[in-house]
């Protein structure tokens, strides 16, 4: 079963405010591992809550079944051919399609939801 799996990613290079490292799911200071695309956002509005200003992610379709087990090629894959999440002020996110394209696909898609997902599954590391 495909589902998405999405890693909080790291702005690491204060003279470049908008560059952020995309942590694979092992290393990543937050994960989560959802059914639907549509999941994702609320989980990256609490991101922004609970680790404050604003943050970038990155996703990606995989076929896995549980975050705890993930096959190797999954982490050493991940993030060249992803989704970036940016949270932007008023409720926005900002997601760059890097999936087969050479240039980013960009769409600031407003949501403003702050109903939990309770559906999916999450972890959270410190």
Known sequence: M???????????DPDTPTYAKCPPPGQ??????????????PILLNWRRQFGGDVT????QVEVDDIEHLPRHVSE????????????PGGYVVVADYRDHDEP???TLPHQSERPALDAVT???S
């Open 2 to 12: 495909m589902r998405w799996l999405m890693t909080l990613g790291e702005r690491t």
């Open 28 to 41: 990543a200071r937050a994960a989560a591992l959802v059914d639907d695309c549509g999941q994702l956002f």
């Open 57 to 60: 992610a990155w996703a990606a």
């Open 77 to 88: 894959d991940w993030g060249p051919d992803a989704l970036r999440l940016d949270t932007v």
């Open 105 to 107: 696909a960009t769409n």
């Open 123 to 125: 972890e959270v590391r």
